[in-house]
């Protein structure tokens, strides 16, 4: 089992920034794949960012040259830093840790307002 803790979120106004932070614990693999995904009011929960342990990244278009994810993979937590969020942002982020399955956070509020 993997245990997934996030933290970070909460309200901006547009323009702002905010970082979202996620550590994983329990039974890990040395190869894995973190990231995060979010679920704004009444759409499907989409891919945001991932990054696996060797530090190649992927980003949704939408938050290409805004958003940045990071990792320190001797704490096993790895970051989203926002930058020039918008109110489209707003969502419940998840964080998603990969190896062999996939584990899920519990969620964490942004909301970005006007």
């Known amino acids: 089992q993997v245990q997934l803790v996030e933290s970070g979120g909460g309200s901006v106004q547009a323009g702002g920034s905010l970082r979202l932070s996620c550590a994983a614990s329990?039974?890990?693999?040395?190869?894995?794949?973190m990231g995060w995904y979010r679920q704004g009011p009444g759409k499907q929960r989409e891919l945001v960012a991932t990054i696996t342990s060797g530090g190649y990244t992927n980003y949704a278009e939408s938050v290409k040259g805004r958003f940045t994810i990071s990792r320190d993979n001797a704490k096993n937590t790895v970051y989203l830093q926002m930058n020039s969020l918008t109110p489209e942002d707003t969502a419940v982020y998840y964080c998603?840790?990969?190896?062999?399955?996939?584990?899920w956070g519990q969620g964490i509020q942004v909301t970005v307002s006007s």
């Open positions: 329990g039974s890990l693999f040395s190869g894995n794949t």
């Open positions: 998603n840790y990969w190896a062999r399955v996939g584990y």
